[in-house]
């Protein structure tokens, strides 16, 4: 997978020491690859309740700042989906 995929400035800690980047996802539709956050929740791993983003620092403050789960990826890909800070086995987002 292309580096220029995922979002190095900041990444999720994992409880097992996995390291979760940021990924950007294809949108099947626009053919656009962006960064898709949600609030999570029920039925908060769907492409309706998610939001897409382009910008690198409005990423940030939506996944750091104010709760936004963020699809997320290691490096090869072994470990991948949708994680929330202090959610889901993730300990804590490392800056």
């Known amino acids: ?5 995922f979002f ?7 409880k097992d020491g996995h390291k979760l980047y940021p990924i950007r996802v294809k949108n099947l539709e626009t053919g656009k690859h962006t960064f898709r956050v ?12 998610g939001l897409e983003i382009s910008d690198e620092n409005q990423l940030s403050d939506y996944v750091l700042n104010k709760g936004f789960a963020i699809r997320a990826s290691t490096l090869d890909k ?13 300990i804590k987002a490392v800056v």
């Open 78 to 90: 072994s470990v991948k989906g949708l994680y929330k800070v202090g959610q889901r086995s993730i």
């Open 38 to 49: 949600s609030e999570g929740g029920k039925r908060g791993n769907t492409k309706d309740a």
């Open 1 to 5: 997978m292309s580096s220029e995929l």
């Open 8 to 14: 190095y400035k900041f990444y999720l800690l994992h």
